[in-house]
């Protein structure tokens, strides 16, 4: 199984080569030019891992929630790639890389939950729960949510009592109230942890068509509609 990831949801921009269980990334965290920066990466870690796009199974991307411009980047690049190539794409969720990313670095995480949070602006949270035996699905559904609304869904929740919270929306200072032994608001997104994830999706038939492919905000339409309202005036 050969997969080719991409992510530009947050700050970091990272590219990764999955190959039968080996990983070559190029991890960059940069807040701009990843338009510039996103196609050579491609490039050195298809070299570094010594294949052709052609030879790559699919490709596999962070399908949000986050950052309307940084989803839009990725999965663009992605489109124009799996067309070129006519390869198939596997999206994951951003929130599930950010906690698997977070429980491969902190050993002591392995067998609990972690709590993914990115910062939804606005004064809100994206998060969702994932656990070691199903990392690409949520515990309980993936929300955007004010962090107030979000710490009385995790005090109401039945998760196990050893929990963590990862991501860089833990900023927040209404989540220091939230049940969870340790926070990690440093993680960030890795294409590597896509890639593994999107592994595991494809070996169980999940992937779409490049045009099929569309990133998810969890943000309403009407939201985004005033929000490129507000811009166009």
């Not at 990272?14 to 080996?22: F, I, T």
């Not at 340790?182 to 890795?190: N, Q």
């Not at 999706?201 to 507000?230: C, F, H, M």
Request: glycine share 6%.
């Amino acid at each position: 199984m050969k997969l080719l990831a991409l992510d530009t949801t947050s700050g970091a921009c990272s590219v990764a080569l999955y190959d039968d269980g080996r990983i070559t990334e190029q991890f960059v965290q940069a807040e701009r030019d990843h338009t510039r920066r996103l196609l050579p990466m491609v490039d050195e870690v298809l070299k570094q891992a010594g294949l052709e796009l052609s030879e790559v199974d699919a490709l596999a991307v962070s399908r949000g929630p986050g950052s309307f411009t940084g989803l839009r980047i990725a999965i663009s690049c992605v489109q124009g790639l799996a067309f070129a190539a006519d390869k198939p794409v596997v999206p994951v969720s951003s929130l599930a890389a950010l906690a698997a990313g977070a429980r491969r670095k902190h050993s002591e995480w392995q067998q609990a939950p972690v709590i993914a949070a990115l910062d939804a602006r606005m004064g809100q949270i994206y998060w969702g729960v994932y656990s070691p035996k199903a990392p690409n699905c949520s515990l309980l559904p993936e929300a955007v949510q004010d962090p107030e609304q979000a710490v009385y869904a995790l005090r109401e929740s039945d998760l196990p009592q050893e929990r963590y919270g990862a991501g860089p929306g833990w900023h927040y200072p209404a989540l220091e109230q939230a049940p969870v032994k340790a926070v990690d608001s440093e993680a960030l997104i890795h294409a590597r942890d896509i890639a593994e994830l999107a592994a595991l999706l494809w070996e169980n038939g999940v992937s779409v068509r490049a045009e099929e492919l569309e990133p998810l905000y969890l943000r309403d339409e009407i939201t985004w509609q005033k929000r490129q309202k507000i811009r166009s005036q």
